[in-house]
Nanobody, 115 residues
Framework: QVQLVESGGGLVQPGGSLRLSCAASGFTFSSSAMSWYRQVPGKERELVATITSNGASTGYADSVKGRFTISRDNAKNTLYLQMNSLKPEDTAKYYC????????WGQGTQVTVSS
């Protein structure tokens, strides 16, 4: 079964950076388009970034374009999200999942941007 373990979150000041990781197992990671999502309590989960199976193409929500970079290492079955120039409104729990036919959600990793 799909297993996703997110890590790398934490408390960071506005303007700072974080790199999130997502360790994937239970499916053919190298054949799967992947995505990062984020969710704030009481709100819908938001799609943040997507990447094709070979990493050749990426997409971003307007709110993070130019600041976040999604990448992957298919040899390590790991998805990444480099987050720069963080803003307080980026505060959320971040999740990864398959873009198509998503599996069970992991526990997520909390990102808090605050001075």
């Amino acid at each position: 079964q799909v297993q996703l373990v997110e890590s790398g979150g934490g408390l960071v000041q506005p303007g700072g950076s974080l790199r999130l990781s997502c360790a994937a197992s239970g499916f053919t990671f190298s054949s799967s388009a992947m995505s990062w999502y984020r969710q704030v309590p009481g709100k819908e989960r938001e799609l943040v970034a997507t990447i094709t199976s070979n990493g050749a193409s990426t997409g971003y929500a307007d709110s993070v374009k130019g600041r976040f970079t999604i990448s992957r290492d298919n040899a390590k079955n790991t998805l990444y999200l480099q987050m720069n120039s963080l803003k307080p409104e980026d505060t959320a729990k971040y999740y990864c999942n398959k873009l198509y036919r998503p599996g069970a959600w992991g526990q997520g990793t909390q990102v808090t941007v605050s001075s």
